[in-house]
């Protein structure tokens, strides 16, 4: 008896094209719905990921959100069951997992805000509270370390000046960049965050180091004192 042809869904053929446009240039044109829907394609394999992926995107603004986005709140999208949210999870931590490695092993040098930016976003972006971290830098603003100083409430992160210039002596930086995050808020600095980012310029000053930046990250975008003239 013959064997029956296997009937070719549409999106099987639209996922192999994704794939090969992946595989030709990365994600270049990529539309958000799309990068989510291939990376959908690998966790569930029999299944039209597109609907999912607009789904997700509808929800959760971008694909930021959807990365940063809370297990189970992942979990109420029609598609997503706890093995896919549970993906989607991983690989947000493999991203700041990658960042860290790589600044041990390899020189990471910020010479652009949008470097700063994705590297903050990777490291800090979507945690649940106030984090403070802090890198030190040589004088080509190569990475020397980074360090998560602390982690507050939602609301408020405390910063310690004498540690921060503590470490910058420790690690013979020359300049000193702070960036903390602002969860569920919006990137504009609090009257504490221009407060604290005085005492920490004028703490610095002391040893001759200079706080090159203090950068705000939240899901909505991002607030660069440097670029607002700040700490000029």
């Not at 403070?132 to 405390?158: F, H, P």
């Amino acid at each position: 008896m013959p064997k029956k042809e296997k009937i070719k869904k549409d999106y099987e053929g639209h996922r192999e094209r994704l794939r090969k446009r992946f595989e030709n240039s990365g994600f270049k044109a990529f539309h958000d719905y799309e990068v989510l829907e291939l990376l959908l394609s690998f966790i569930l394999p029999y299944k039209d990921t597109k609907p999912i992926a607009k789904d997700l995107l509808r929800k959760f603004k971008n694909l930021h959100g959807v990365l940063n986005a809370d297990l189970r709140e992942l979990q109420k999208t029609i598609g997503i069951k706890k093995r896919s949210a549970q993906f989607l999870k991983v690989l947000r931590a493999t991203i700041g997992y990658y960042f860290e490695q790589k600044a041990k092993n390899e020189e990471i040098q910020f010479t652009k805000l949008d470097d700063l930016i994705d590297y903050c976003n990777a490291t800090i972006g979507g945690k649940k509270n106030e984090v403070l971290c802090v890198l030190y830098l040589n004088s080509k603003n190569n990475l020397i370390q980074s360090e998560n100083l602390s982690e507050g409430t939602v609301s408020e992160a405390v910063a310690f000046p004498r540690k921060i210039v503590e470490g910058a002596l420790k690690h013979h930086a020359t300049t000193v960049i702070i960036t903390h995050n602002h969860p569920g808020g919006l990137p504009e600095p609090s009257a504490k965050d221009n407060v604290v980012t005085q005492q920490i310029k004028n703490a610095l000053q002391t040893v001759n180091i200079n706080l090159q930046e203090h950068l705000i990250i939240t899901d909505e975008g991002f607030y660069s004192y440097r670029k607002n003239g700040i700490l000029d």
